[in-house]
């Protein structure tokens, strides 16, 4: 009698062992009848659904947590910014009134001229700031977000932008609709 090798262990407890064959041959198990191909189906389904909602719990945990630190780190960098300008006004104020004494008891120029000076030196600084901060605020107005949801039908630009299929540039149309609303004296979106 010959002796055949214990057959492979197989990967579920549920599947039958390999059948031989008139041959001697070992043939592959048989199929998973469909009752079972569908309760696994079913479980594998469920297992996707339940690792979702875990998903999206600790994606909202961490949006909390995330919003939590924001609110207090505004808090606090307001207090800190509001420090930062007092300091930075007292030492502006001791910077021009030691400019003022120096130009006119040192360079000789009478009180008038050295306070217009140094007037007109802070009037200058303020409105390159100004300019700078008109500048970054214009990026707060979020164009391109605006431009793509318009293409899209979304929003107050959606009838004046070509459709989401177009090969028009939503940009140049924006610029076409500006330079219209600025030719009929109209403010421009």
């Given at each position: 009698m010959e002796s055949q090798p214990p057959p492979p262990p197989s990967s579920a407890p549920h599947d039958p062992p390999p059948r031989e064959d008139e041959g001697g041959a070992r043939s592959a198990p048989p199929p998973p009848d469909l009752a079972e191909a569908l309760r696994e189906l079913r479980d594998s389904g469920v297992a996707g659904i339940s690792a979702t909602g875990d998903a999206a719990r600790a994606l909202r945990d961490l949006l909390a947590a995330d919003v939590s630190l924001a609110r207090s780190a505004a808090g606090r960098s307001?207090?800190?910014?509001?420090?930062?300008?007092?300091?930075?006004?007292?030492?502006?104020?001791?910077?021009?009134?030691?400019?003022?004494?120096?130009?006119?008891?040192?360079?000789?120029?009478?009180?008038?001229?050295?306070?217009?000076?140094?007037?007109?030196?802070?009037?200058?600084?303020?409105?390159?700031?100004?300019?700078?901060?008109?500048?970054?605020?214009?990026?707060?107005?979020?164009?391109?977000?605006?431009?793509?949801?318009?293409?899209?039908?979304?929003?107050?630009?959606?009838?004046?932008?070509?459709?989401?299929?177009?090969?028009?540039?939503?940009?140049?149309?924006?610029?076409?609709?500006?330079?219209?609303?600025?030719?009929?004296g109209v403010t421009p979106p």
């Open positions: 307001a207090v800190f910014a509001g420090a930062a300008v007092m300091f930075g006004v007292s030492a502006w104020l001791l910077l021009m009134t030691a400019l003022i004494v120096v130009l006119s008891n040192q360079v000789g120029l009478p009180w008038w001229l050295s306070l217009g000076g140094c007037g007109l030196l802070s009037a200058l600084c303020a409105w390159l700031a100004l300019q700078k901060a008109t500048g970054y605020f214009e990026h707060t107005r979020l164009k391109a977000t605006r431009r793509q949801l318009a293409r899209l039908g979304i929003g107050e630009l959606s009838a004046l932008m070509p459709g989401a299929g177009s090969a028009d540039s939503a940009r140049a149309a924006e610029s076409k609709l500006r330079d219209r609303a600025r030719d009929a």
